[in-house]
C-alpha cells in the first residue's frame, strides 16, 4: 500500500507520524494512546489505520524510524561534512547541545522498550542507524586522510566504530544521571585520539 501512495497520501502519513512523535514525547509511549494521536492529527480512526493497518505497533514502528533519522538529521550539516578540524569541533558541539536539550529521556529508547526488538522492522531501524551513522563518521576520518591531516594507515572502521561506542556510552550515562560530563569527555577524548595521530603526518 505504501508504495502507491500518493503524494498527499505520503503528506498525511508523515503528519501522523510527526504527530505521534509529538504525542510520545510529551505523554510517554506508555501513556499515549490512538485517540490522543487522532485528537493531535486531526484524523479518524479509520484513516489513521488506512496508513497503519497493524494498529499502533506499526505506527509506533513509523515513529522509531521518524526518531532514528531525526538522531542523524540533529547532527546536520556537520555529520555530512567532517573534512577538517574545525568541523569535528563544530560536531562536537552539536552532538552535546542536541543530547543536553534531549535531557535524561529519550524517545527512541522508549519505543524500543514498548514494541521490543522482535517487532518486524524495530532491529532492522537500530542496524541502519549504526551503520548511517558509523558510516558518516568514517567518511569524515577519509576526508582527513585526503587532505593529509591523518596517515593513510589508519584504521578508519575501527576509529568510526569506537567513537560511535563512545558517544553511546556517554549518552547512557546522560540518561541514567542527567549529566553530559560523560558524553562530552567521550566526544573529546575521541577527536583528540584523531588529532594526535595526525600530528605526526609528515
Known sequence: MR?????????????????????????????????????????????????????????????????????????????????SWEAWASWRDTV????????????????????????PGARAIMIELTRQWQGSLAAGIRSLQASGRLPADVDVEARSAALLAAIQGGVSILLATGRSDHLRAALDQGIADLRRTGSTVA
Request: charged content about 25%; hydrophobic content about 40%.
Open 3 to 83: 508504495g502507491q501512495l500518493t503524494a498527499k497520501g505520503k503528506a498525511t502519513r508523515n503528519r501522523i507520524v510527526e504527530g505521534a512523535a509529538a504525542v510520545l514525547r510529551e505523554k510517554g509511549v506508555a501513556s499515549a494512546t490512538l485517540d490522543d494521536v487522532m485528537a493531535r492529527t486531526r484524523t479518524s480512526k479509520s484513516q489513521l489505520f488506512h496508513y497503519f493497518p497493524a494498529g499502533k505497533d506499526e505506527l509506533l514502528v513509523a515513529v522509531a524510524q521518524f526518531e532514528a533519522d531525526q538522531i542523524l538529521e540533529d547532527q546536520q550539516p556537520y555529520l555530512s561534512c567532517l573534512d
Open 96 to 119: 552535546i547541545k542536541r543530547y543536553e536539550a534531549q535531557g535524561d529521556a529519550c524517545p527512541l529508547g522508549s519505543l524500543f522498550q514498548q514494541i521490543g526488538r522482535s517487532t
